[in-house]
């Protein structure tokens, strides 16, 4: 029995997990952080200090800011933690790089198995198609409640169709400023905001007379939630170093 601790436990996220914990009988959640100490199954503590209880994994989905106090409680403690939430500072994520070395810990843009397939997918299709003259443009769709833009995930996908192509492409965020052609070297990257989208994102590869799209759309946050429970169930008997959901899928 794998015990979890949820940091971020009164979140929509958290709440998630949580349910998929339930019902999962490898694992469970043995205690929650989070400031709003909310009701649960299981003991809730307002800050990473407070928390008294033993672990073997520490899942977190909460706030930026909540971060580097929970990571200075992962490396007291010797307890690894799957790192989801989005939009860390460089210094936070210095310190994620920092406590790797003495904890295992798990970062990822999005924890979805499916985006992070599709990472691997566009890696291939760039590699295949960008000297048969393909350009390359993402779009991102989320709720109109996110604040955040582009979306991490769409900044994973251009990450690693530059990695595979050898860092030859630059980033264009919006074309209403210039009036010039599109550049051969750059991956267009664009953000839509509305209703209640959960997630979705398309990575175009557009060349003369065809045009190839590999998509990923998410219905609910559920699947964030399934890869987050199986990258703890992985991350729990690993030692010390920085992982991604790369090596949970491998």
């Not at 997990?17 to 339930?22: H, K, R, T, Y």
């Not at 198995?113 to 760039?126: D, F, P, T």
């Not at 989208?197 to 399934?226: C, P, Q, Y």
Request: include cysteine.
């Amino acid at each position: 029995m794998i015990n979890i601790i949820m940091h971020g436990c009164g979140g929509k996220m958290g709440q998630v997990v949580a349910e998929i914990v339930a019902n999962d009988a490898n694992c469970q959640i043995v205690a929650g952080i989070d400031p709003r100490v909310p009701e649960a199954d299981f003991p809730v503590f307002p800050t990473p200090a407070d928390c008294n209880i033993e672990a073997d994994v520490i899942i977190d989905f909460s706030i930026a800011v909540a971060v580097p106090a929970l990571l200075e409680f992962a490396k007291a403690k010797k307890i690894p933690v799957v790192a989801c939430t989005t939009a860390l500072s460089d210094e936070t994520m210095e310190l994620l790089k920092e406590t790797s070395k003495s904890v295992a810990v798990l970062k990822s843009a999005n924890m979805s198995i499916g985006i992070n397939l599709l990472i691997g997918l566009v890696q291939k299709a760039a590699k295949a198609l960008y000297d048969a003259n393909f350009d390359i443009e993402i779009v991102e769709k989320h709720h109109n409640q996110k604040i955040d833009a582009p979306s991490g995930t769409a900044m994973a996908l251009a990450d690693a169709i530059n990695e595979a192509m050898e860092q030859q492409f630059h980033y264009v965020y919006d074309r209403s400023q210039t009036n010039e052609k599109r550049d051969r070297k750059e991956i267009g990257i664009h953000a839509v905001r509305g209703g209640n989208i959960v997630g979705d994102h398309d990575v175009i590869f557009a060349g003369r007379d065809e045009v190839i799209e590999l998509t990923h759309k998410a219905t609910s946050r559920e699947v964030f939630a399934v890869g987050a429970v199986k990258a703890a169930k992985f991350l729990a008997s690993q030692g010390p170093g920085l992982y991604s959901m790369k090596d949970v899928l491998a």
